[in-house]
């Protein structure tokens, strides 16, 4: 049974640092891509950091560059975001994604999800 399962998340003030980590089982995790994406109250789901199977590729929305972080560690099954220096338009829930061998920015790129897991950054 495939599961993704995200944490780290909360409440943080402006400025502030979260690290996301998001736990993966059920599938060849170093054959698939993976991803986090967003979706804010009232707005669509929007693609926030990719990395490749491998880890050599990464990829970050414009909106993140430079603040955000995503990384893999295969032996573990895990894919990490760090946030830094968070603004509070990051306020979202953040949903990991994995895709077979795909690094893409869009959703239907990506076979299964997690349950998100919710950010809130206060100003």
């Known amino acids: 049974q495939v599961q993704l399962v995200e944490s780290g998340g909360g409440l943080m003030q402006a400025g502030g640092s979260l690290r996301l980590c998001c736990a993966a089982?059920?599938?060849?995790?170093?054959?698939?891509?993976m991803a986090w994406f967003r979706q804010a109250p009232g707005k669509e789901r929007e693609f926030v950091a990719a990395?490749?199977?491998?880890?050599?590729?990464?990829y970050s929305a414009d909106s993140v560059k430079g603040r955000f972080t995503i990384s893999r560690d295969n032996a573990k099954n895990t894919v990490y975001l760090q946030m830094n220096t968070l603004k509070p338009e990051d306020t979202a829930v953040y949903y990991c994604?994995?895709?077979?061998?795909?690094?893409?920015?869009?959703?239907?790129?990506?076979?299964?999800w997690g349950q998100g897991t919710q950010v809130t950054v206060s100003s």
């Open positions: 990395i490749s199977s491998s880890g050599v590729m990464t």
């Open positions: 089982s059920g599938f060849i995790f170093s054959n698939y891509g």
């Open positions: 994604a994995a895709g077979f061998r795909t690094q893409g920015t869009r959703s239907y790129e990506y076979d299964y």
